[in-house]
């Protein structure tokens, strides 16, 4: 159980690259940046074309406190999640509880 929440809390205290720091290598590679704020969040979308006018676009989502919360891609309309902090913590959890169950 230890390993589950010392695994837990490092995911929830994770807090990613710094909107800076993306914003200063997508200027310095010809990136466009997007940055728009909802509910409590704020999405950085940085776009770009790579071999064969293949489109695309990192989003980075950060809380209040500039924490990274979620990161997707999308390549030609097609979303990915790269990383979802609660989500994973809560699936690590989950795992956890199901073990527990079946090892009783």
């Given at each position: 159980?230890?390993q589950t929440i ?35 969040s704020t999405y ?34 097609k979303v990915t ?24």
């Open positions: 159980m230890k010392d695994e837990v809390a490092k995911i929830l205290m994770y807090t990613g690259p710094s909107m800076s720091e993306l914003i200063s290598s997508s200027v310095k590679e010809n990136k466009e940046i997007d940055i728009t704020k909802q509910d409590g950085l979308s940085i776009s770009f074309e790579t071999a064969y006018s293949t489109k695309v676009n990192d989003i980075y989502v950060y809380n209040c406190d500039n924490e990274l919360i979620k990161q997707e891609i999308e390549i030609n309309n999640v790269i990383f979802d902090k609660f989500k994973e913590a809560s699936e690590l959890l989950q795992t956890h509880k199901k073990s527990k169950l079946i090892a009783s």
